[in-house]
């Protein structure tokens, strides 16, 4: 079966960076993109970032440019994504996912606070 589980969240303070990772198993993880979505409380999902299978190529909402990175370790089966200058705004549940045999799977999530 496929799983997520991403992990790295925690209480930050403004200006601050965090590095969140997702690990993966159950399908072949270096045949598919993976991404990152957020949701802020009492808000919708947003999507944050994507990556494509090889990491060839990355994804960025505009909010997010010049101070999130995405990279993936495909020998590891595993995504991350790299949170510098960190904004009260940036706090969410951060999950990853991806869509494999026509179907999303999500990890649990790993909240991030940026609060002073």
């Known amino acids: 079966e496929v799983q997520l589980v991403e992990s790295g969240g925690g209480l930050v303070q403004p200006g601050g960076s965090l590095r969140l990772s997702c690990a993966a198993s159950?399908?072949?993880?270096?045949?598919?993109?993976m991404n990152w979505v957020r949701q802020a409380p009492g808000k919708g999902l947003e999507w944050v970032s994507t990556i494509e299978w090889n990491g060839g190529s990355t994804y960025y909402a505009e909010s997010m440019k010049g101070r999130f990175t995405i990279s993936r370790d495909n020998a590891k089966n595993t995504l991350y994504l790299q949170m510098n200058s960190l904004r009260p705004e940036d706090t969410a549940v951060y999950s990853c996912?991806?869509?494999?045999?026509?179907?999303?799977?999500w990890g649990q999530g790993t909240q991030v606070t940026v609060s002073s």
């Open positions: 159950g399908f072949t993880f270096d045949d598919y993109a």
């Open positions: 996912n991806t869509t494999w045999k026509s179907r999303t799977f």
